[in-house]
């Protein structure tokens, strides 16, 4: 279990460097593409177990959320890789697949914006998990009102930062394909970058974790009452 979810945040963390592709430079991008490429792969290998119990679950709207956000995140992630893969510069500029080149970039700038939303979103529905794996390692096992009040405090803050970043950086644009290419604020710096999309992830995290909550508690209700 501590391997599989250390690679998950791995696959987190590097998705989220990705993100800034003309900061981190093109051959260092290339080589976290494929570093996320073999992430995913390890990460679907653990979860099979989840794959072959699909049919034998009983579904509430929360499962079928958490399913179709699972696929979709799937097929944008591995968008993102393998487009890039085509178009790849340095790492595998030796396979001969430039020739399809443009429109691999046309699906690898959607793709990417779209899975690190999803990615967020996917952690979202797992974060009570983790934070009960947080909770074990840290000791911190007694339920505190004062801590739980200054976490939901900081994910206020975060989320509105993320608010604001969401729409400073541009995102509905590419997640809408009313831009073509990436564009970064002319006074964005590394250490910016990393607030503002750690921020938008941290956004869209709270939005997954409170939403699926609240469809967990209307789920168990439903079937209470049947």
């Known amino acids: 279990m501590g391997k599989k979810w250390a690679a998950d945040l791995a696959l987190t963390a590097v998705l989220l460097f990705l993100m800034g592709y003309s ?3 093109e051959e260092i991008h290339e080589w976290l593409g494929i570093g996320m490429l073999l992430l995913l792969i390890f990460h679907h290998a653990v979860n099979v177990p989840w794959y072959r119990n699909l049919k034998e679950r009983r579904y509430t709207l929360y499962r079928c959320v958490q399913v179709v956000l699972t696929i979709l995140l799937l097929f944008t992630v ?3 890789v393998l487009s890039g893969l085509v ?8 396979l001969p697949l430039h020739e399809s080149s443009e ?4 699906f690898h ?12 979103l996917h952690l ?3 974060w009570g998990t983790m934070m009960g794996m947080a ?4 000791g911190l096992r007694v339920p505190s009102k004062c801590r739980t009040a200054q976490l939901r405090l900081l994910t206020v803050a975060v989320s509105c930062y993320g608010l604001y970043a969401f729409f400073r950086n541009d995102l509905p644009d590419y997640l809408l394909l009313r831009t073509h290419f990436a564009l970064f604020l002319p006074d964005q710096t590394k250490a910016r970058f990393l607030a503002d999309y750690g921020a938008i992830m941290g956004l869209f995290l709270a939005i997954a974790h409170y939403g699926g909550t609240v469809l967990r508690r209307w789920s168990a209700a439903k079937a209470a009452s049947e």
């Open 23 to 25: 900061l981190i430079g």
């Open 78 to 80: 591995l968008g993102s």
């Open 103 to 106: 429109l691999a970039r046309a």
């Open 124 to 126: 979202g529905l797992h």
């Open 87 to 94: 178009f790849s510069r340095y790492v595998l500029d030796f």
């Open 135 to 138: 909770r074990r390692i840290t």
């Open 109 to 120: 700038l959607p793709c990417a914006y779209w899975g690190f939303l999803l990615m967020s």
